[in-house]
């Protein structure tokens, strides 16, 4: 089992940045790819960026490619999303995921986060 703990949400205005982390903890010995997703009310869950476990793949939604980059230090089993230029339409619930990918399909990963609440006001 891996267990995955977001944090960095919060209040931001149009314009801005905001970085959130994700801590694996548990079995993360399992070279696992990580991901981020987001959600926001009465919409589907939407993938928003990935990376394989030595960070050479890296992966990102036609909506954040250019303003998002992902990251991971192993050694602190952490991965990163740095979000700048944020849009109030990035306004979301924003999970991380680690699974055997990378890849833009939440079904093929197998531990997700509680998630962490992103708001960008405009």
């Known amino acids: 089992q891996v267990q995955l703990v977001e944090s960095g949400g919060g209040l931001v205005q149009a314009g801005g940045s905001l970085r959130l982390s994700c801590a694996a903890s548990?079995?993360?010995?399992?070279?696992?790819?990580m991901g981020w997703f987001r959600q926001s009310p009465g919409k589907e869950r939407e993938f928003v960026a990935g990376?394989?476990?030595?960070?050479?793949?890296?992966y990102y939604g036609e909506s954040v490619k250019g303003r998002f980059t992902i990251s991971r230090e192993n050694a602190k089993n952490t991965v990163y999303l740095q979000m700048d230029s944020l849009k109030p339409e990035d306004t979301a619930v924003y999970y991380c995921?680690?699974?055997?990918?990378?890849?833009?399909?939440?079904?093929?990963?197998?531990?997700w986060g509680q998630g962490t609440q992103v708001t960008v006001s405009s």
């Open positions: 548990g079995r993360t010995s399992s070279n696992l790819a």
């Open positions: 990376i394989s476990w030595s960070a050479i793949t890296t």
């Open positions: 995921a680690a699974g055997q990918g990378p890849s833009r399909l939440p079904t093929t990963y197998n531990y």
